[in-house]
Each structure stands twice: as structure tokens, then as C-alpha cells.
């Protein structure tokens, strides 16, 4: 089992940035490909980026391409996302998941979940 734990949220203006972090338990973390998702008020949630177990490919919701970074450091159990250009409309709860692959992840297959950080963009 892998537990997740997301930190790094928090309130910014519009334009700034923000790093989220997502640690994981456990000793199969390298296995795993891993995502970020949000939900915004009153929407579903959604996808916004996936990483795979390498780190060496990765992908973006067109609405969060160019202005979001996913990263992971397997050494650390740790995936990130690097927020900048931030928009009030990319306020939201985000969520970390591991999948078994990122195409997965991409398709909302999440296997474990973390309990989210709420991201508030000020106008």
C-alpha cells in the first residue's frame, strides 16, 4: 500500500507561482507512474499532469501546458508540481495519485490517492 501526503498549498495572487509536493510511504514509489489532479468548486475533479516511473516523459491538461512542471525524485518518494502564471480559475483542491502507468493516470486510473491542499489564486 502507498500512502500519499500533498503540502505546498496555500493563497497567491494571480501571476504568481507555487510548488506543490506529494510524499509517498512505502518502498514501491519507483514503481509507479504518478499525477496530479484538482477539483474546483462544485466542478469534477480533473486531470492536470502525469509523470512516468522514470521521470522521463511526461504530460499536461492543455489548460495547465506551458505554465505547469511535473516532477518526481525517486530518491526522495516525492512527486511535484511546479506551478507558475497562476490564474484564479486554477484555484482548487489538488490531488496526487499513483497509477499504473500515466496514460492510466490520464484517464482519471488512479490506484492510491492523497487527501489533496487546496490552492487559492487571488484576482
Known amino acids: 500500500q502507498v500512502q500519499l501526503v500533498e503540502s505546498g498549498g496555500g493563497l497567491v495572487q494571480a501571476g504568481g507561482s507555487l510548488r506543490l509536493s506529494c510524499a509517498a510511504s512505502?518502498?514501491?514509489?519507483?514503481?509507479?507512474?504518478m499525477g496530479w489532479f484538482r477539483q474546483a468548486p462544485g466542478k469534477e475533479r480533473e486531470f492536470v499532469a502525469a509523470?512516468?516511473?522514470?521521470?522521463?516523459?511526461?504530460s499536461y491538461a492543455d489548460s495547465v501546458k506551458g505554465r505547469f512542471t511535473i516532477s518526481r525524485d525517486n530518491a526522495k518518494n516525492t512527486v511535484y508540481l511546479q506551478m507558475n502564471s497562476l490564474k484564479p480559475e486554477d484555484t482548487a483542491v489538488y490531488y496526487c495519485?499513483?497509477?499504473?502507468?500515466?496514460?492510466?493516470?490520464?484517464?482519471?486510473?488512479?490506484?492510491?490517492w492523497g487527501k489533496g491542499t487546496l490552492v487559492t489564486v487571488s484576482s
Open positions: 495519485a499513483s497509477g499504473f502507468t500515466a496514460q492510466a493516470l490520464g484517464l482519471g486510473r488512479g490506484n492510491y
Open positions: 512505502g518502498r514501491t514509489f519507483s514503481s509507479y507512474a
Open positions: 509523470i512516468r516511473r522514470s521521470g522521463g516523459s511526461t
